[in-house]
């Protein structure tokens, strides 16, 4: 727990110095719970998601770093790797693959990068994985048609 | 995949992160009720030179593990000051490669700081110092035991970033994955089993030998039963490894087929 809420304290610190040099993550302590986080991140370009901005919520367990955060998104989104209703994400970063060498801060930089390269193989939201198959393509690198098709299904 | 795992970790917890020290006939009794006959040959040969074996809990850092607390237990015993200065200085050049690499400082602090703490409370004299009850008892702690662990595998992941080019192909003998990938996925995340490349990367990086003792099924095609074992010798010139003299490993580990205890030399 005393390990946990000091390494968080230095993310925190680290957090307010990396503000200027990442302009898409914008990364916040709650004001009575530094177990509690949200963030703010940019929709990667030439993605379907550029030019929104997605919420993510924080949950970070005593056992941190040790143990992954764990994190989902609060704005909807309509993604091969998350769940369309819980916002939970499939990463293989926030599961086995975690390690205390990521932070905070690092997991919002792979959720950037898993938006623009989702990973077709373990779909959290099978009706956009199918989706992806069914236009031969890989989700997000196509810009203007296949927009459209990801607004009509976001606004049913 | 998930029940499998949540069956594997069910079954780790039977043991503690470190067991009591055991007489080596305690190997053998594992393998009594239908135990193969050159599994039972082969400890037999293992009992002229080893009287005690320490068992670890097979969660994937069984190989750390061991070596934490064979390590720590041989400075304990030996009070060889000299050693703890040796390891001390290699410790910073761990440090410096991983600042070096790029990693934040802040990440890998905290186990660092961890580990220089037990290895300074194992030399005898100060108020800070533990006797060998209470280093098993933190090598059975998970706040302690975990972030030692955690240490160690940075360390690794540093070393074989830092000599990528020495470490690629044996990496590419593992997996395809490129040797970032393999340091991310293979080294770094707690729970990922060691391979001969985590061994010879953490040697390497602190100078210390190790002597791996093999335990499987295998023998010669004439029906003849030896033991094998592999010292990994850390490489000459590579930080403070004092010298390139065949060293006598002071660090024992048992390998069997997917697991890693200590052995005691009698």
């Known amino acids: ?156 | 995949m998930q029940q499998q795992s949540a069956i594997q970790a069910e079954e780790a917890e039977k043991i503690p992160f470190v067991g009591d020290k055991e007489p080596l006939s305690s190997l053998a009794a594992e393998y009594k009720a239908g135990g193969s006959p050159v599994l039972l040959e082969k400890i037999k040969i293992l009992s002229e030179q080893y009287a005690a074996i320490r068992r670890t809990r097979g969660d994937g850092n069984c190989f750390f593990r061991s070596f934490m607390f064979a390590y720590l237990e041989h400075i304990l015993e030996s009070q060889d000051r000299a050693e703890v200065d040796r390891v001390r200085a290699n410790v910073e050049e761990c440090r410096r490669t991983l600042q070096k690499l790029g990693y934040p400082e802040f990440t890998f602090e905290d186990f660092f700081a961890l580990f220089l703490e037990q290895l300074e409370s194992v030399i005898q004299g100060s108020e800070a110092s533990i006797s060998d009850e209470e280093l098993v008892k933190r090598s059975r702690d998970q706040s302690v035991s975990d972030y030692v662990v955690m240490f160690f595998r940075f360390v690794t992941s540093g070393e074989i970033r830092k000599r990528s080019e020495f470490f690629e192909p044996f990496i590419l003998g593992l997996t395809s994955a490129s040797v970032e990938q393999f340091c991310k996925s293979a080294v770094e995340p707690m729970g990922e089993e060691s391979d001969h490349v985590h061994i010879t990367a953490l040697s390497d990086a602190l100078g210390v030998p190790i002597r791996v003792v093999y335990l499987d099924r295998s023998s010669c095609d004439n029906g003849s039963v030896s033991v094998n074992h592999h010292d990994f010798t850390p490489v000459a010139g590579n930080n403070n490894s004092g010298g390139s003299e065949a060293v006598n490993p002071f660090i024992t580990l048992l390998y069997r087929p997917g697991h890693y205890d200590i052995l005691y030399p009698k």
């Open chain 1, 1 to 156: 727990m005393q390990a946990s809420r000091a390494r968080l304290f230095k993310e925190y610190k680290e957090v307010q110095r990396e503000k200027v040099t990442d302009p898409d993550i914008q990364l916040v302590c709650d004001d009575s719970n530094i177990f509690k986080w949200t963030a703010l991140i940019k929709g990667p370009s030439e993605t379907p998601f550029e030019g929104g901005v997605f919420q993510l919520a924080f949950s970070v367990p005593e056992q941190y770093p040790l143990q992954p955060p764990q994190v989902r998104f609060l704005t909807k989104i309509f993604h091969p790797n998350v769940h369309f209703k819980t916002g939970e994400i499939c990463l293989d970063i926030l599961k086995n693959a975690w390690s205390p060498a990521w932070t905070l801060q690092s997991v919002c930089r792979a959720i950037i990068a898993l938006m623009a390269h989702p990973e077709p193989d373990s779909p959290l939201n099978c009706d956009s994985g199918v989706t992806s198959q069914w236009q031969g393509c890989t989700p997000g690198l196509q810009p203007c048609p296949r927009r459209d098709k990801f607004h009509n299904l976001l606004s049913p």
